[in-house]
């Protein structure tokens, strides 16, 4: 999506994942001021009700573009967006150097609020988000995660989880690192745009 194009995906239903957008070895990209992709109230049993990602997917906002996801419910993790094996970017200008060189936006670039977990026992969680092995989140542009409930699950805004089955060092112990980027004269009140980067020590499948 390009050139101030806007899409909504709303009120969609799967019975597994990915009620609103299924990515399995796919790409999506929004790029620009005023483009914006809208993907709410989509419900789905298990994982993914607004977006799945899978098997080596990529997710890019980026050059003023937005992106919201409001309102998925899902019953086992990831209400709002599930990954695996696959990578989100979110940039305010197009900077892959890890520095803040956009300016601040009426509205965030990636809002990922209001949805919700209805699981009766605990699962993996992640109401906003569920990041699981060999995945990546990079947020370099204001955004939001607010009024994400997990239930009886952890993480309602953000779970970093490990799939059943993994090859490699399994079970291993590491620690997560959330490296936040504050561009200079940043103020106190939250007007200012800010990043977030996760990664492991060691370096580990999930990274």
Same mark, same amino acid.
């Given at each position: 999506m390009s050139e101030g194009a806007t899409m909504e995906i709303y009120e969609n239903v799967a019975l597994n994942a990915g009620g609103g957008l299924a990515l399995k070895t796919g790409n999506t990209l929004v790029t620009g001021a005023g483009s914006k992709m809208k993907i709410a109230r989509n419900k789905v049993d298990d994982f993914g009700a607004g977006i799945l990602m899978i098997e080596n997917s990529n997710l890019r906002v980026e050059n003023g573009a937005q992106m919201e996801v409001h309102k998925n419910k899902a019953r086992l993790g990831g209400a709002g967006i599930y990954v695996t094996d696959s990578n989100i970017t979110v940039l305010d200008n197009n900077d892959d150097?890890? /520095?803040?060189?956009? #300016? $601040?936006?009426?509205?965030?670039?990636?809002? $990922? #609020? /209001?949805? *919700?977990? *209805?699981?009766? $026992?605990?699962?993996?969680?992640?109401?906003?988000? !569920?990041?699981? #092995?060999? #995945?990546?989140?990079?947020?370099? !542009?204001r955004s939001l995660f607010h009024g994400n409930d997990a239930g009886v699950s952890d993480g309602g805004g953000i779970s970093v989880f490990r799939t059943s089955v993994e090859s490699g060092r399994l079970g291993e112990c590491v620690d997560v690192i959330m490296e936040v980027l504050v561009p200079k004269g940043a103020k106190s009140d939250g007007d200012s745009a800010f990043g977030l980067i996760a990664e492991t020590l060691p370096k580990s499948l999930i990274e």
């Open positions: 150097n890890g /520095e803040y060189t956009g #300016s $601040v936006y009426d509205k965030n670039t990636f809002d $990922v #609020s /209001e949805n *919700w977990l *209805w699981s009766t $026992v605990p699962s993996i969680g992640g109401a906003g988000l !569920a990041l699981g #092995s060999r #995945s990546k989140l990079h947020i370099n !542009a």
